[in-house]
């Protein structure tokens, strides 16, 4: 076995590799960027070495300094985990050159399938099924075009050397597809240097799932069964499954073999993933094929009982297969939820900032925790803002189910906006719950996932009204009492409860709702001091509710006329996180309109999100543009994000030109809109 490994990558897919390699008795070598200096998996590996600035292209990126460090401290096998270098057929070539042992397939797998277009070909000669489609080597838009206008529409473009949802762009319509296409194809140059596109029938209702292959240096292969990832945005996913809900055996084995038949078509070894579209009808076609670890290989590990990091190391050097295909099992269900620093209600708009507490779930035989993360760190421009894999496993998909829901209630991140509460909704919704899965999933069922704008929160506004207020009250309490309690402490001025002199203490709560303010007013009652309940009476919306409540740390036993029930909140710096049984919901105290302005607050919808890069000005300066006209496209943590024409004027100055660094929150242009 190998004596010491490289880890060619960062966050939680490096800590993921070192946990396995260690537990095999493997020393390991991290390498990490400037950002990246304090980082867990920096702390994990027996050693670590600096590989450049924060930017992967000048850090994880930089194969040759890579390998040098590895000759340098005596490496005999490097793992590249996912994304960076896991797919470069280049940096495989410099490690077989250099004798070192490239945890992954041969440079010829990587060259195979590392073109989507080249791969379609190779999976056609196969016999394994394809989605109609052009993957020709003539790039004209003018014979693209041509492709998706035989096809129909809707149709989906993808770059030839992409993933992770990069350079996609779905189709609609005729009329859409000049600047589809252009926004796909400059995508793909920035994300990969290569511009090449293929265009395919887009299937409306389709399934993603996918098979987990392994193959041996012998030629030997099997499948540990597969993978459900319907459920995405962006084209990434967001919940992952296994296995697939109402899959057959018939269906399974038909899939399995397929995936094997692509795996042996190009000589494959170690671990791959050959991912379908699997329509209503039964019918499944080849979409592509990863060759690494999966990021969501977690949720198959747990229904097989395999270790696919160790499958991948024993493989490398050289020993058969841990199992044959007859040897594998699936027992239970698992789900793997992408714990992300993002903005569910602001397009899933990724977030920048420090994680000033962090609390996962406890872990245990049904809870499983991978990250790379330490509460103190910042969730930095460069790099994806994934936080952690929330993975749990039980015996069936619903009581799985019922764990995912509970961990999620219990995950706590304060410091910057999360997508926890929205994860919490989509797995409590009916269709998720009944498995009614596809890969358009969040946008079908928008108005369930983001209850914050539907009827059912009113429900809650009592509640919310009384936690703010207890909240409210405890801030007071530890900024008051050491004031006043130290001279007197005797002094009825000195509590806040609901003690009054003369008359009912009563006070009026604002709650703002996902946008929308809720007015309550509440009375409060004199606390039990042997039950330790808070009672009140809350008016709002022309009922009256008696309410007592009862804190246990984050839980709020509460009594509403009679009807009890736990509710789980966390406090996090935006506001309050409200776990209910079949609803995520977040609050926070109503700031009032103090009369502003938009010219008060500055060009509000012309400042950037986060630190980026300027990639296209999109108008000249000067020039009648419409309402809803793109003017600016800028590129920050993987995504593009274009600024358009709140209304018809004009741009009278670009702050920043194409190629430029911006910081977030910068002021990019001057918009001048005509006079009615």
């Known amino acids: 076995m190998f004596k010491k490994l490289l880890i060619a990558n960062r966050g939680e897919i490096a800590c993921r590799v070192i946990r396995t390699a260690k537990q095999m008795g493997i020393s390991t070598v991290a390498v990490y960027s400037d950002a990246d200096a304090h980082a867990l998996h920096v702390q994990s590996a027996d050693e670590a070495v600096h590989i450049g600035p924060s930017p992967a292209k000048d850090s994880y990126l930089q194969g040759e300094k890579i390998i040098e460090i590895a000759k340098e401290l005596g490496v005999d096998a490097i793992h590249p985990g996912y994304g960076f270098l896991s797919e470069n057929a280049d940096f495989c070539r410099l490690c077989e050159q250099n004798n070192i042992e490239f945890v992954g397939p041969p440079v010829g797998a990587i060259e195979a399938m590392g073109s989507k277009s080249a791969a379609k070909r190779i999976m056609e000669e196969a016999n394994v099924p394809l989605v109609p489609g052009y993957h020709g080597d003539d790039q004209s838009p003018e014979v693209i075009k041509k492709a998706a206008d035989d096809m129909g529409y809707p149709v989906l473009l993808k770059a030839a050397a992409g993933g992770g949802g990069k350079g996609m762009r779905q189709v609609w319509s005729e009329s859409e597809f000049d600047a589809a296409l252009a926004a796909a194809k400059r995508e793909s140059m920035n994300s990969f240097s290569d511009d090449h596109m293929l265009v395919e029938k887009y299937l409306t209702q389709p399934r993603h799932v996918e098979i987990q292959v392994f193959c041996d240096k012998s030629g030997n292969g099997v499948y540990l069964f597969e993978r459900d990832c319907s459920v995405q945005r962006r084209h990434q996913k967001v919940i992952e499954e296994a296995p697939a809900p109402g899959m057959t055996e018939s269906l399974r084995q038909q899939m399995g073999e397929a995936a094997l038949k692509a795996a042996k078509a190009i000589d494959y070894v170690g671990a791959g993933t050959v991912e379908f579209l699997l329509d209503s009808d039964g019918s499944f076609y080849f979409m592509e094929m990863n060759t690494r670890l999966q990021v969501e290989h977690p949720v198959t590990e747990l229904i097989s009982g395999q270790d696919l990091v160790e499958w991948q190391l024993r493989v490398a050097n050289g020993e058969p297969l841990p199992k044959q295909q007859s040897e594998l099992r699936i027992n239970g269900h698992a789900f793997e939820a992408r714990v992300y620093a993002e903005d569910p209600n602001n397009e899933f708009l990724p ?155 009563q006070q009026h709560v604002a709650l703002d709702v996902g946008g929308d303010v809720h007015e309550v007013e509440v009375e409060q009652k004199e606390a039990n001091n042997h039950t330790q309940e808070h009672s009140f009476v809350v008016h709002y919306n022309g009922h009256t509710s008696h309410i007592s409540v009862k804190r246990q740390g984050d839980v709020f036993n509460f009594n509403a006329n009679g009807h009890r029930q736990a509710i789980t909140i966390a406090q996090d710096d935006t506001g309050f996180s409200l776990y209910a049984s079949k609803v995520a919901l977040h609050f926070a105290e109503h700031k009032p309109d103090l009369g502003l302005t938009d010219e008060d607050h500055g060009a509000a919808g012309f400042t950037a999100p986060m630190n980026g890069t300027v990639v296209k000005l999109l108008a000249d300066v000067g020039d009648t543009v419409e309402k809803g006209q793109a003017l600016m496209i800028m590129e920050a943590m993987k995504m593009e994000h274009v600024l358009n024409a709140p209304a018809t004027g004009k741009v009278t100055e670009f702050f920043y030109q194409e190629g430029d660094l911006v910081d977030g929150g910068a002021e990019l242009l001057a918009f001048e809109a005509s006079e009615e």
């Open 351 to 505: 977030a920048t900032g420090n994680l000033t507490y962090l609390q996962p779930p406890l872990e245990n035989r049904y809870v499983r925790v991978d990250t790379g993360v330490l509460q103190g760190d910042d969730v930095s421009v460069y790099y994806d803002p994934m936080i952690a894999k929330l993975i749990v496993w039980d015996e069936s998909r619903d009581k799985a189910l019922a764990r995912l829901t509970k961990a999620l209630s219990e995950y706590r991140i304060k410091g910057l906006v999360n997508n926890i509460p929205f994860l919490y909704n989509l797995a409590k919704s009916a269709p998720f719950q009944n498995a009614e899965l596809d890969t358009s999933f969040i946008e079908k069922h928008n108005d369930i996932l983001f209850v914050e704008h539907s009827a059912n929160v009113e429900q809650f506004v009592p509640m919310m009204a009384v936690v703010l207020l207890m909240q409210k009250q405890a801030d007071l309490r530890a900024s008051n009492q050491r004031v006043i309690a130290d001279k007197d402490p005797y002094s009825p001025w000195a509590t806040t409860d609901a003690w009054r002199a003369n008359e009912t203490h």
